[in-house]
């Protein structure tokens, strides 16, 4: 139950997606070396945190956003640690490659991630040995790692409605997320109050609330799972 749990965390915290033609994302010009942090919260208790790092580079002589995300938890002495690194197209934020070391008490991951044309190649370093798996790479597809970031680099109006392929490399598969622009609400954190555009998101027969800053760099400000009783709260950012 424990493993479970944990596990789970950290899959609803990366995970969305539906079919309906691509977005229309434009380069949001993120900041070379933008951070930012969050706390994690299970039922109001703190287990943990996620850290943020974006950063420009150039993948095939393509001009990318390298995104490194570190995510620590630990519940009743149960401690996960998971590290990904997701090269994105800074045109598009269309996925090119990433990398993930996922380590739990009971076992240790390796992921790599190709995303070519038509496909995703995903190779799976486990305890078992080595598994290379080909998938459809849909052409309104993300990668699960960025879906958060990708939503912040929309038009949140409230009444918009916004549907895509999310391409999950733990699942080796693709989900349906379907996102509502709700109207904007203020939410307190540790860095003070902000007033946000807030989304509802479904994804696989479960739902999340999302809170996004109103204003530039229109961060994150709060995830809210709403079957889990799992929280993110902005706690940092420079």
């Given at each position: 139950m424990k493993k479970v749990l944990v596990l789970s965390l950290l899959l609803v915290l990366f995970c969305s997606s539906l079919s309906s033609g691509q977005l229309l994302i434009n380069n949001p010009n993120?900041?070379?070396g933008e951070r930012f942090s969050y706390?994690?919260?299970?039922?109001?208790?703190?287990?943990?945190?996620?850290?943020?790092?974006?950063?420009?580079?150039?993948?095939?002589?393509?001009?990318?956003?390298?995104?490194?995300?570190?995510?620590n938890?630990?519940?009743?002495?149960?401690?996960t640690s998971d590290s990904i690194s997701l090269l994105?197209?800074?045109?598009?934020?269309?996925?090119?490659?990433?990398?993930?070391?996922?380590?739990?008490?009971?076992?240790?991951l390796k992921f790599q991630?190709?995303?070519?044309?038509?496909?995703?190649?995903?190779?799976?370093d486990s305890p078992q040995g080595t598994k290379e798996t080909d998938i459809d790479f849909p052409k309104d597809g993300y990668d699960n790692d960025e879906i958060t970031l990708i939503l912040r680099a929309l038009n949140l109006r409230p009444g918009a409605k916004?549907?895509?392929?999310?391409?999950?490399?733990?699942?080796?598969t693709s989900y349906a997320v379907e996102v509502d622009v709700l109207q904007p609400e203020k939410?307190?954190?540790?860095?003070?109050?902000?007033?946000c555009n807030k989304v509802k998101m479904k994804v696989a027969g479960k739902e999340a609330e999302i809170?996004?800053?109103?204003?530039?760099?229109?961060?994150?400000?709060?995830?809210?799972?709403?079957?889990s009783g799992t929280t993110m709260l902005l706690k940092e950012f420079k």
């Open positions: 993120w900041r070379n706390e994690v919260r299970f039922r109001d208790t703190l287990i943990g945190s996620m850290n943020y790092l974006i950063t420009d580079t150039l993948f095939d002589k393509i001009k990318a956003y390298k995104i490194k995300v570190i995510t938890v630990g519940f009743r002495g149960q401690n994105v197209r800074q045109q598009n934020l269309k996925p090119l490659f990433s990398y993930r070391s996922l380590i739990t008490p009971q076992m240790a991630v190709r995303y070519l044309s038509d496909k995703v190649n995903v190779r799976l916004y549907k895509f392929q999310d391409v999950s490399s733990m699942s080796i939410v307190k954190t540790p860095l003070g109050e902000y007033l809170w996004y800053q109103k204003d530039k760099p229109n961060h994150m400000v709060k995830y809210s799972d709403l079957q």
